[in-house]
């Protein structure tokens, strides 16, 4: 079946604009997860959905970034005054229960100019 | 605060060498372990390993955790020029409710040359 989806794939934007990230898990999955990978890092966790619900917001940087997965499938990622900061590789991942392995997609890769 | 750490974070082998793959933990409520390879963008799966001494196996990879030392390993035998990537350990502990998220160490940069 289809895998986790993101688009953009890139996005390039200038200092203080505001952008939307999109990420369709794999249909069926409950749980849905948001990180941020820079150059030479591992993934770091931004915010975790279980259903509608944001259910663990804790590694949300500041009050510039937000998530909604308003019907409980798709979610998009909205960063408000970006900042060169921002710039990196946003992952999407989705698991099917409190066991499942995650599941990410190809990312979308922001560059703030 | 939970932490992963990864060694070595570089590699060079040549095909057909076998490698091995460290990762050591400190988190609470530990919930498993899980190994990703990672070639451009998005990590691929590899293994979950929640009990300690079990060895999960998928063809020419392996990997088993010990929790007492609160670590794992990853074995590639047979090394081929695709094994080339970043493989990234994460550790999973619960979070709001009844899923968790993941840590993850910063990944060992595997090249195999021909």
């Known amino acids: 079946g289809a895998g986790v989806s993101q688009t953009p794939s890139n996005k390039v934007t200038e200092k203080g604009k505001y952008v939307e990230l999109r990420c369709d898990p794999i249909s069926g999955h409950t749980a849905l997860y948001w990180y941020r990978q820079s150059l030479g890092q591992g993934p770091e966790f931004l915010i975790y959905?279980?259903?509608?619900?944001?259910?663990?917001d804790s590694g949300l940087p500041n009050d510039r970034f937000f998530a909604v997965r308003p019907e409980g499938s798709v979610s998009t990622l909205k960063i408000q005054r970006t900042e060169r900061g921002d710039s990196a590789v946003y992952l999407c991942?989705?698991?099917?229960?409190?066991?499942?392995?995650?599941?990410f997609g190809p990312g979308t890769r922001l560059t703030v100019t | 605060e939970d932490k992963v750490v990864q060694s070595p974070l570089s590699l060079v082998v040549h095909e057909g060498d076998t490698v091995t793959l460290n990762c050591s933990y400190e988190v609470t409520n530990f919930r498993s372990l899980l190994w990703y390879k990672q070639e451009k963008k998005a990590p691929t799966f590899l293994f979950m390993l929640?009990?300690?001494?079990i060895e999960k196996k998928s063809g020419r990879l392996s990997s088993i955790l010990d929790k007492k030392e609160l670590s794992s390993i990853l074995n590639i035998t047979a090394t081929q020029t695709g094994d080339s990537a970043i493989y990234l350990c994460a550790v999973g502990r619960r979070s709001g409710g009844s899923n968790y998220k993941l840590t993850f160490g910063k990944g060992t940069l595997l090249t195999v040359n021909p």
């Open positions: 991942a989705s698991s099917s229960d409190y066991l499942g392995e995650q599941y």
């Open positions: 929640t009990s300690s001494g």
């Open positions: 959905f279980q259903g509608t619900g944001a259910a663990d």
